[in-house]
């Protein structure tokens, strides 16, 4: 046969046909293949089984083997209620519910959805009646299926993500909730210094609150694709120098930072506001998890598209990230050896890097530090590049 695909098996038209060599390695039955595409239907992710007009199968691909557990030998020929049994999440058997042959004339198929295969493992499956004409009788059924770990892992990212929200949350809103309360109620009897010193404390918790809320803010849009980038003339060495003047203001030593400029510099088109954060989240890793000296680097550099950028390097002296731990650094919640914080800022800087068009790597000091560094094209925006 031939398959025209669109994001998902789609259409179905009867045309050549060849086994499909699935777990079982079984070729001797016959089944749907995608000459059209040059395909094979075992080249597909996802799993493929087609049932012809009388209900049994004519196609069972590998993919569809691995996640039912069941080999195309054993489900070549066989009606699909036999080979497919599946369930519903109150456990009612899905063919005779659907009753896709029997079922109205004007329906083209059923949207994906859960199911249960025998056992209880969850599946998502979508079916596409395939009809000679509108209202016909179904000529053929072609089922797609697909497993659930990614999903599964989705639903725990989000679960872990609302788990450490409330846990941040919870620290600073009592505290507000305390202090106020406290102030309320007793107001007459605390001395200026001691309602200054627990209204400081409430505003400071009152900021947390704030930075976490930027923090889902931020996640939402990188992970929907909407951080916005709104792109401006950035003096990259004079941001560096503010960030280190503000960690120096705060009691670090000025002698723990380094700041190393190789130019000319290229003109730096890009969201200064983010750009800060990303500043901000690399220095603070580097004076609160590293040790010794800070150094930031800021020279010219070639993007992965080979194009003009921008390079920064903030590296310190301490024991550095293990090396197992290098692929996990930009994931949500990674927090490396020391706990604190929420762990999602290296995800965010990330985010921000590359909706810039940029890259960020992490790998060793050359004194044993950990080196961040991160690489930004320089262009301006469209609209100034035209004409």
């Given at each position: 046969?031939?398959?025209r695909?669109?994001?998902?098996?789609?259409?179905?038209?009867?045309?050549?046909?060849?086994g499909?060599?699935?777990?079982?390695?079984?070729?001797?039955?016959?089944a749907?293949?995608?000459?059209?595409?040059?395909?094979?239907?075992?080249?597909?992710?996802?799993?493929?089984?087609?049932?012809?007009?009388?209900?049994?199968?004519?196609?069972?691909?590998?993919?569809?083997?691995?996640?039912?557990?069941?080999?195309p030998?054993?489900?070549?020929?066989?009606?699909?209620?036999?080979?497919?049994?599946?369930?519903?999440?109150?456990?009612?058997?899905?063919?005779?519910?659907?009753?896709?042959?029997?079922?109205?004339?004007i329906?083209?198929?059923?949207?994906?959805?859960n199911?249960l295969?025998?056992?209880?493992?969850?599946?998502?499956?979508?079916?596409?009646?395939?009809r000679?004409?509108?209202?016909?009788?179904?000529?053929?059924?072609?089922?797609?299926?697909?497993?659930?770990?990614?999903?599964?892992?989705?639903?725990r990212?989000?679960?872990?993500?609302?788990?450490?929200?409330?846990?941040?949350?919870?620290?600073?809103?009592?505290?507000?909730?305390g202090?106020?309360?406290t102030?309320?109620?007793?107001?007459?009897?605390f001395?200026?210094?001691?309602?200054?010193?627990?209204?400081?404390?409430?505003?400071?918790?009152?900021?947390?609150?704030?930075?976490l809320?930027?923090?889902?803010?931020?996640?939402?849009?990188?992970d929907?694709?909407?951080?916005?980038?709104?792109?401006?003339?950035?003096?990259i060495?004079?941001?560096?120098?503010?960030?280190?003047q503000?960690?120096?203001?705060?009691?670090?030593?000025?002698?723990?930072?380094?700041?190393?400029?190789?130019?000319?510099?290229?003109?730096?088109?890009?969201?200064?506001?983010?750009?800060?954060?990303?500043?901000?989240?690399?220095?603070?890793?580097?004076?609160?998890h590293?040790?010794?000296?800070?150094t930031i680097?800021v020279?010219p550099?070639l993007?992965?598209?080979?194009a003009?950028?921008?390079?920064?390097?903030?590296?310190?002296?301490?024991?550095?990230?293990?090396?197992?731990?290098?692929?996990?650094?930009?994931?949500?919640?990674?927090?490396?050896s020391?706990?604190g914080?929420?762990?999602?800022?290296?995800?965010i800087?990330?985010?921000?890097v590359?909706?810039?068009?940029?890259?960020?790597?992490?790998?060793r000091?050359?004194r044993?530090?950990?080196?961040?560094?991160?690489?930004?094209?320089?262009?301006?925006?469209?609209?100034?590049?035209?004409?």
């Amino acid at each position: 046969m031939n398959v025209r695909t669109s994001g998902s098996v789609a259409d179905a038209r009867p045309a050549a046909v060849h086994g499909s060599q699935g777990a079982g390695g079984a070729r001797d039955a016959p089944a749907h293949g995608l000459d059209g595409l040059g395909l094979d239907p075992d080249d597909l992710p996802d799993g493929l089984v087609v049932a012809d007009e009388n209900g049994r199968v004519t196609c069972f691909n590998a993919a569809a083997a691995r996640i039912t557990a069941v080999s195309p030998r054993e489900a070549m020929g066989r009606p699909l209620e036999s080979a497919l049994p599946l369930e519903d999440l109150e456990g009612r058997r899905w063919w005779p519910l659907t009753d896709p042959y029997g079922g109205l004339a004007i329906r083209v198929g059923q949207p994906e959805r859960n199911l249960l295969l025998p056992g209880g493992r969850e599946v998502l499956v979508s079916v596409r009646y395939v009809r000679e004409s509108p209202g016909g009788p179904v000529r053929r059924l072609v089922v797609q299926l697909r497993g659930t770990d990614a999903r599964r892992r989705t639903e725990r990212s989000h679960a872990e993500l609302i788990a450490t929200v409330a846990h941040e949350l919870r620290s600073p809103l009592t505290s507000v909730k305390g202090f106020t309360a406290t102030l309320l109620a007793k107001w007459e009897r605390f001395t200026d210094d001691q309602k200054r010193l627990m209204l400081e404390t409430v505003d400071a918790d009152a900021d947390r609150v704030t930075r976490l809320i930027a923090e889902l803010l931020d996640i939402s849009r990188i992970d929907s694709g909407r951080l916005e980038v709104r792109r401006q003339p950035v003096d990259i060495v004079a941001a560096v120098r503010r960030h280190v003047q503000a960690h120096t203001a705060a009691g670090q030593p000025e002698d723990r930072f380094a700041v190393k400029v190789v130019g000319p510099l290229p003109e730096l088109w890009a969201d200064p506001d983010k750009i800060d954060q990303v500043l901000g989240n690399l220095l603070e890793n580097a004076v609160r998890h590293g040790e010794g000296l800070v150094t930031i680097a800021v020279s010219p550099a070639l993007t992965k598209a080979r194009a003009e950028g921008t390079a920064v390097t903030v590296s310190d002296e301490g024991p550095g990230i293990p090396e197992e731990s290098m692929g996990r650094v930009f994931t949500r919640f990674w927090r490396g050896s020391k706990r604190g914080g929420t762990g999602l800022g290296l995800y965010i800087v990330k985010g921000i890097v590359e909706a810039h068009g940029g890259a960020i790597t992490v790998d060793r000091a050359p004194r044993g530090g950990a080196r961040f560094r991160f690489t930004l094209p320089v262009g301006a925006p469209a609209f100034l590049s035209q004409g």
